[in-house]
T-cell receptor, first 118, second 106 residues
Framework: QVQLVQSGAEVKKPGSSVRVSCKAS????????INWIRQAPGQGLEWLGG??????????AQKFQARVTIIPDESTGTTYLELNNLTSADTAIYFC????FGHGFDFWGQGTLVTVSS | IVMTQSPATLSVSPGERATLSCRAS??????LAWYQQKPGQAPRLLIY???SRATGIPALFSGSGSGTEFTLTISSLQSEDFAVYYC?????????FGQGTKVEIK
Protein backbone atom coordinates (compact mmCIF):
# COMPACT_ATOMS: atom_id res chain seq x y z
CA GLN A 1 0.00 0.00 0.00
CA VAL A 2 1.30 3.46 -0.87
CA GLN A 3 2.09 5.66 2.10
CA LEU A 4 3.32 9.22 2.31
CA VAL A 5 4.68 10.09 5.74
CA GLN A 6 5.50 13.71 6.51
CA SER A 7 7.74 15.27 9.12
CA GLY A 8 6.40 16.80 12.31
CA ALA A 9 5.01 20.21 13.18
CA GLU A 10 7.27 23.25 13.01
CA VAL A 11 7.24 26.64 14.72
CA LYS A 12 9.26 29.29 12.91
CA LYS A 13 10.10 32.97 13.29
CA PRO A 14 9.18 35.50 10.59
CA GLY A 15 11.94 35.77 7.99
CA SER A 16 13.24 32.26 8.60
CA SER A 17 12.98 29.13 6.44
CA VAL A 18 11.27 25.76 6.88
CA ARG A 19 11.95 22.35 5.37
CA VAL A 20 9.19 19.74 5.38
CA SER A 21 9.83 16.16 4.29
CA CYS A 22 7.59 13.58 2.66
CA LYS A 23 8.77 9.96 2.56
CA ALA A 24 7.04 7.65 0.09
CA SER A 25 6.81 3.89 0.38
CA UNK A 26 5.01 1.09 -1.42
CA UNK A 27 4.32 1.48 -5.14
CA UNK A 28 6.44 4.52 -5.96
CA UNK A 29 8.27 4.92 -9.24
CA UNK A 30 9.45 7.49 -11.71
CA UNK A 31 5.98 7.62 -13.20
CA UNK A 32 4.65 9.53 -10.21
CA UNK A 33 5.29 13.10 -9.13
CA ILE A 34 5.13 14.61 -5.66
CA ASN A 35 3.22 17.83 -5.24
CA TRP A 36 2.89 20.19 -2.29
CA ILE A 37 -0.41 21.79 -1.30
CA ARG A 38 -1.14 23.95 1.69
CA GLN A 39 -4.24 24.90 3.67
CA ALA A 40 -4.35 27.98 5.88
CA PRO A 41 -6.63 27.79 8.96
CA GLY A 42 -10.25 27.62 7.84
CA GLN A 43 -9.31 28.12 4.20
CA GLY A 44 -9.20 26.09 0.99
CA LEU A 45 -6.43 24.21 -0.79
CA GLU A 46 -3.54 26.03 -2.47
CA TRP A 47 -1.03 24.35 -4.78
CA LEU A 48 2.60 25.40 -4.24
CA GLY A 49 4.41 23.22 -6.76
CA GLY A 50 5.37 19.75 -7.87
CA UNK A 51 8.30 17.63 -9.00
CA UNK A 52 8.04 15.85 -12.35
CA UNK A 53 10.37 12.80 -12.38
CA UNK A 54 10.22 12.29 -16.14
CA UNK A 55 11.69 15.74 -16.76
CA UNK A 56 13.72 15.91 -13.55
CA UNK A 57 12.39 19.40 -12.93
CA UNK A 58 9.82 21.16 -10.76
CA UNK A 59 6.93 23.47 -11.51
CA UNK A 60 5.94 26.16 -9.04
CA ALA A 61 3.01 28.51 -8.55
CA GLN A 62 4.10 32.00 -9.54
CA LYS A 63 3.09 33.31 -6.13
CA PHE A 64 5.78 31.16 -4.48
CA GLN A 65 8.35 30.98 -7.30
CA ALA A 66 10.90 33.24 -5.62
CA ARG A 67 11.00 31.46 -2.29
CA VAL A 68 10.02 27.80 -2.71
CA THR A 69 12.11 24.79 -3.70
CA ILE A 70 11.09 21.16 -4.06
CA ILE A 71 13.99 18.76 -3.65
CA PRO A 72 13.75 15.04 -4.40
CA ASP A 73 16.06 12.47 -2.83
CA GLU A 74 15.72 9.31 -4.90
CA SER A 75 18.03 7.34 -2.63
CA THR A 76 15.58 7.55 0.28
CA GLY A 77 12.30 8.11 -1.59
CA THR A 78 11.91 11.43 0.21
CA THR A 79 10.83 14.75 -1.26
CA TYR A 80 11.48 17.99 0.57
CA LEU A 81 9.68 21.32 0.48
CA GLU A 82 11.73 24.38 1.38
CA LEU A 83 9.96 27.69 1.90
CA ASN A 84 12.01 30.82 2.64
CA ASN A 85 11.36 34.25 4.08
CA LEU A 86 8.37 33.09 6.11
CA THR A 87 5.60 35.43 7.23
CA SER A 88 2.52 34.85 9.37
CA ALA A 89 0.57 34.32 6.13
CA ASP A 90 2.53 31.08 5.65
CA THR A 91 0.97 29.55 8.76
CA ALA A 92 -0.83 26.53 7.35
CA ILE A 93 -0.97 22.76 7.11
CA TYR A 94 1.32 21.59 4.32
CA PHE A 95 0.38 18.39 2.48
CA CYS A 96 2.38 16.34 0.04
CA UNK A 97 0.45 14.33 -2.53
CA UNK A 98 1.39 11.79 -5.17
CA UNK A 99 0.42 12.68 -8.70
CA UNK A 100 -0.45 9.84 -11.01
CA PHE A 101 -0.23 11.88 -14.20
CA GLY A 102 -3.66 12.24 -15.72
CA HIS A 103 -5.22 10.75 -12.61
CA GLY A 104 -5.04 13.55 -10.06
CA PHE A 105 -3.50 13.33 -6.59
CA ASP A 106 -4.26 9.79 -5.51
CA PHE A 107 -2.35 9.53 -2.22
CA TRP A 108 -1.76 12.24 0.37
CA GLY A 109 0.49 12.68 3.36
CA GLN A 110 -1.00 13.31 6.78
CA GLY A 111 -0.10 17.01 6.72
CA THR A 112 2.47 19.10 8.59
CA LEU A 113 1.45 22.17 10.56
CA VAL A 114 3.83 25.07 10.10
CA THR A 115 3.26 27.98 12.46
CA VAL A 116 5.03 31.28 11.84
CA SER A 117 5.04 33.50 14.88
CA SER A 118 7.32 35.97 16.56
CA ILE B 1 -6.76 28.94 -14.73
CA VAL B 2 -9.39 30.04 -12.19
CA MET B 3 -11.70 27.34 -10.85
CA THR B 4 -15.04 28.52 -9.47
CA GLN B 5 -17.27 26.23 -7.44
CA SER B 6 -20.93 26.70 -6.62
CA PRO B 7 -22.67 26.86 -4.30
CA ALA B 8 -20.35 27.68 -1.42
CA THR B 9 -22.61 25.74 0.94
CA LEU B 10 -25.18 23.10 0.10
CA SER B 11 -27.73 21.99 2.70
CA VAL B 12 -29.06 18.52 1.97
CA SER B 13 -31.10 15.97 3.90
CA PRO B 14 -29.69 12.44 4.30
CA GLY B 15 -30.80 10.24 1.42
CA GLU B 16 -31.20 13.16 -0.97
CA ARG B 17 -29.14 13.90 -4.07
CA ALA B 18 -26.45 16.59 -4.05
CA THR B 19 -25.22 18.33 -7.19
CA LEU B 20 -22.02 20.39 -7.03
CA SER B 21 -20.72 22.57 -9.85
CA CYS B 22 -17.24 23.59 -10.92
CA ARG B 23 -16.39 26.01 -13.72
CA ALA B 24 -12.98 26.61 -15.31
CA SER B 25 -12.00 30.02 -16.70
CA UNK B 26 -10.76 28.32 -19.88
CA UNK B 27 -11.11 24.88 -21.41
CA UNK B 28 -9.32 22.12 -19.51
CA UNK B 29 -10.62 19.18 -21.57
CA UNK B 30 -11.38 16.47 -18.97
CA UNK B 31 -8.34 17.17 -16.80
CA LEU B 32 -10.34 17.63 -13.65
CA ALA B 33 -10.36 15.91 -10.28
CA TRP B 34 -12.73 16.05 -7.32
CA TYR B 35 -11.65 15.62 -3.70
CA GLN B 36 -13.50 15.16 -0.42
CA GLN B 37 -12.09 16.60 2.79
CA LYS B 38 -13.37 15.99 6.31
CA PRO B 39 -12.28 18.04 9.32
CA GLY B 40 -8.77 17.21 10.48
CA GLN B 41 -8.07 14.94 7.51
CA ALA B 42 -6.17 15.14 4.27
CA PRO B 43 -8.25 15.39 1.10
CA ARG B 44 -9.28 12.13 -0.59
CA LEU B 45 -9.42 11.68 -4.36
CA LEU B 46 -12.94 10.83 -5.54
CA ILE B 47 -12.96 11.44 -9.29
CA TYR B 48 -10.26 11.97 -11.91
CA UNK B 49 -10.47 12.66 -15.65
CA UNK B 50 -13.79 14.39 -14.89
CA UNK B 51 -15.80 11.17 -14.66
CA SER B 52 -13.61 8.23 -13.56
CA ARG B 53 -14.00 7.06 -9.98
CA ALA B 54 -10.81 6.55 -8.00
CA THR B 55 -10.05 3.18 -6.46
CA GLY B 56 -12.47 2.27 -3.70
CA ILE B 57 -14.89 5.14 -4.31
CA PRO B 58 -18.55 3.97 -4.26
CA ALA B 59 -20.78 4.34 -7.28
CA LEU B 60 -22.98 6.88 -5.52
CA PHE B 61 -20.30 9.43 -6.50
CA SER B 62 -20.31 10.41 -10.16
CA GLY B 63 -18.65 13.12 -12.19
CA SER B 64 -19.47 14.63 -15.55
CA GLY B 65 -18.53 17.45 -17.86
CA SER B 66 -15.72 18.59 -20.10
CA GLY B 67 -14.24 21.84 -21.34
CA THR B 68 -15.25 24.43 -18.75
CA GLU B 69 -18.32 23.02 -16.96
CA PHE B 70 -18.18 20.10 -14.53
CA THR B 71 -20.52 18.46 -12.04
CA LEU B 72 -20.09 16.14 -9.08
CA THR B 73 -23.23 14.26 -8.10
CA ILE B 74 -23.74 12.35 -4.87
CA SER B 75 -26.81 10.25 -5.56
CA SER B 76 -27.99 9.58 -2.00
CA LEU B 77 -26.20 11.35 0.81
CA GLN B 78 -25.01 9.25 3.71
CA SER B 79 -23.91 10.68 7.05
CA GLU B 80 -20.26 10.14 6.15
CA ASP B 81 -20.61 12.22 2.96
CA PHE B 82 -21.10 15.53 4.75
CA ALA B 83 -17.78 17.25 4.08
CA VAL B 84 -16.09 19.87 1.92
CA TYR B 85 -15.58 19.06 -1.76
CA TYR B 86 -12.92 20.60 -4.00
CA CYS B 87 -12.40 20.49 -7.73
CA UNK B 88 -8.90 20.79 -9.21
CA UNK B 89 -7.62 21.25 -12.72
CA UNK B 90 -4.42 19.56 -13.86
CA UNK B 91 -4.55 20.60 -17.51
CA UNK B 92 -1.94 23.32 -17.13
CA UNK B 93 0.59 24.46 -14.56
CA UNK B 94 0.02 26.03 -12.14
CA UNK B 95 -2.52 23.51 -10.95
CA UNK B 96 -5.45 25.23 -9.29
CA PHE B 97 -8.26 24.30 -6.92
CA GLY B 98 -11.75 25.66 -6.57
CA GLN B 99 -12.61 27.34 -3.28
CA GLY B 100 -14.68 24.38 -2.12
CA THR B 101 -18.32 23.48 -1.53
CA LYS B 102 -19.37 22.54 1.98
CA VAL B 103 -22.12 19.92 2.03
CA GLU B 104 -23.96 20.16 5.32
CA ILE B 105 -26.88 18.39 6.91
CA LYS B 106 -30.22 20.13 6.35
Amino acid sequence: QVQLVQSGAEVKKPGSSVRVSCKASGGTSNTYGINWIRQAPGQGLEWLGGFIPISGSSQYAQKFQARVTIIPDESTGTTYLELNNLTSADTAIYFCAREAFGHGFDFWGQGTLVTVSS
Amino acid sequence: IVMTQSPATLSVSPGERATLSCRASQSISDHLAWYQQKPGQAPRLLIYAASSRATGIPALFSGSGSGTEFTLTISSLQSEDFAVYYCQQYDNWPYTFGQGTKVEIK
